[in-house]
């Protein structure tokens, strides 16, 4: 992401933010000193075995999958070319519909919730609480595990017939299901599973709340402003483009989101395929039926859909998010 | 310092490149040819595997093998994917319908061509069917298996049932047996695990004179018998015999057998292949009891002698005789059968067979007792699953949680997974 927002007021009020006026229009380059271009050329080549790995390892496969998605290609034989077969396919593929719908449900559904949480509690420990570090390092620990195979194996203990939940249920007399083997539950289960890994927003809205300078709510508070007032004038509209940044970040991570239905589900997308996403249908296609000019068509859809959901972001971006001035 | 700054950064990254140059593996000197040996399982196979080697290695001074083994889930996209990079093991174990669809995208050498290597007198035909598609052997069962029904005699006393005569009964009778075993143990276990997928389904459909697949590759299971299965799953879900539907689920996600009903000793019966005997015993701790699967009142017993594994050799490796003569080995040499026992199997060569007998364990033997009395009802063979049929179990497992969460009825799922087998076959 080369979108950072970067805030670069500190809390010092009087230094004057860098950002406020436009850059005057830069002069006219001089020509390179010999120096500047015998520098320019070590940069290039210390850069060299980055770019190196960056055409072969990501650019080239990403072009190669280009190709591969306009033919049916098993893995053991040649390519053959189809032309837009593998796309129209699409249109009468139901279990790929099964999957936008679980997968857009997630998203949808697991992103706001998550934010919220994410946003609720950094707000909390913004207030000076003792300890901060320490809640801070705790919170922030799901998302370094959220998306381990050690977790998604946890969860299934947790929401099975005979697990955690169930065990509590059980003491106050509610006698439940296993929640990941239902196929009305088991999509909640990885979305709560989603929210849980809130640590990395919070961190960052954290952050975010730390360069709001002090003085703008104290104004507030000399014209009689209440705490919600604040939050809700001050606080948010200065922090819009954290949660911009966050909301572009999670949305394109939560449409990739793999490891833990893979997991939970032991791959199959089950039970009923509630927990098809489009990630693991792409995997199933490709390595289980051998369809991998097929499953190159759905990776590159998905590409197009994270493609598009950002650009919207982007343009709604003008609309509510304040770059302070 | 005039220390030309170009080279200190140039010799790092010529390094860089050459590490990803990779080794060169076929090392020349001596005239030993390297081997490379793909199969899936735990550590305890490999090891097994290992020693076998050692014995082969010694055998042929000029072969070196090496192993490359997976757990059973990643085995077979690790072997696509390098398959398709043009980096196939030269001999790779396949199962189910894996090798059909191997040999008919032209991985596969067609064993024909090294038949003066690997010996196939000891081993019977109808084992040799399923690895021979459109005429040609591209793969030999490492062993055999049968499907079974396995009964854990304790939870038969608990429940105060005797163990059925498993020459006679049929549906019916299991169906009773099994709704008495849930019923009698209420909250602590089931009569039986969820019977279905699509090996039943190819049982069942023998037993109604009808085949999962034909001889020509097509599918042979009509949508009426097929609907009246699942209308038998939902009444034994319903008497209480399997567990609901998210149990059901449970434990068709996990396939350890320390997880099953059967190795927890929570539930009285299960379909399963011979050749997991061993595991389950050893996770239950009692002596479990092998099956002939239940009947139709005047049907055909519908069981089959299955191959539990295949060996086969890649159409592009660079020494097909080194590879048959280590398939010969496996297949023909006590030496190596006294390293595998029954754990590919029980051997296809009777002879080999007969050598190891009196080393197994008494489970193993109850498991080759258990083959012995099935080869005894047997049908006409299966034939070799088609090219497309990997992946009808993802299929049936996927329909039949509609069917147990009521999300689809009997009929509509019949029809939708013939139908959906069906293109999965065409394409």
Known sequence: ?325 | MRTPRVLAVAVPVAALLAACGGGDTTGGDGDVVELRYAFWGSDDRAQMTQEMIDAFEAENPDIRVEIDYADFGAYFDKLATSVAAGDAPDIMTMGGAYHSEYAGRGALLDLGEVDDIIRTDDIGDDILAHGTIDGSLYAIPTGVNGYAMVANPAVFAAAGLELPDDTTWTWDDFAQLCTQIGTALGEEGYGAQDLTNHNTLALWARQHGEQLYTEDGELGLSAGTLTEWWEFSLELRDSGCTPPATRTEELASQSAPEQTLIGTNTGGMALVWSNVLEALSTASGEELRLLIPPGVEGGEPGSWLGPSMYYTISARTEHPEEAARLVDFMLNEPAAAESFLTDRGLPVNTEVRDAIVPQLTPVQQAEAEYLDRLQEVVGEPVPPAPVGSTETAGIVTRLNSEVLFDRMTPGGAAEQALAEIGTALDR
Request: hydrophobic share 50%.
């Open chain 1, 1 to 325: 992401m080369t979108t950072v927002p970067t805030f670069s007021r500190g809390r010092a009020p009087g230094e004057p933010p860098p950002q406020a006026a436009p850059d005057p229009p830069a002069p006219r380059r001089n020509r390179r000193s010999p120096l500047a271009k015998r520098e320019g050329r070590v940069a290039y080549l210390f850069l060299a075995p980055w770019f190196i790995g960056m055409v072969v390892i990501t650019i080239g496969p990403i072009l190669g999958s280009l190709y591969l998605s306009f033919t049916e290609y098993s893995l053991l034989q040649p390519p053959e070319w189809l032309g837009l077969d593998n796309y129209r396919r699409m249109l009468d593929d139901e279990r790929l519909h099964t999957a936008l719908r679980v997968t857009f449900t997630y998203v949808f559904v697991s992103v706001p919730l998550q934010l919220a949480l994410a946003l609720a509690l950094a707000f909390f420990l913004d207030r000076g609480v003792r300890g901060l570090a320490l809640y801070r390092s705790i919170y922030y620990l799901p998302s370094l595990l959220g998306g381990s195979v050690a977790i998604a194996i946890l969860w299934r203990q947790i929401f099975g017939t005979e697990g955690l939940i169930n065990q509590l249920l059980g003491m106050v007399g509610i006698e439940g299901e296993g929640w990941v083997s239902h196929p009305d539950h088991a999509l909640s289960t990885l979305i709560v599973l989603n929210v849980w890994t809130f640590g990395a927003p919070m961190v960052i809205f954290l952050a975010g709340l730390r360069q709001i300078p002090t003085m703008y709510y104290e104004a507030a508070e000399v014209d009689g402003a209440g705490g919600f007032t604040k939050f809700w004038r001050i606080t948010i509209p200065l922090l819009t483009p954290i949660i911009f940044f966050n909301l572009v970040l999670q949305i394109i991570g939560s449409f990739q989101t793999f490891t833990q239905a893979f997991i939970v589900s032991g791959g199959t997308g089950g039970p009923a395929d509630s927990t098809l996403f489009y990630t693991l249908y792409t995997y199933q296609r490709g390595f289980g039926s051998f369809e991998m000019g097929y499953a190159s068509a759905l990776a590159w859809v998905l590409l197009v859909i994270i493609a598009g959901f950002t650009a919207v972001n982007f343009l709604a971006a003008k609309r509510w998010v304040h770059y302070g001035d």
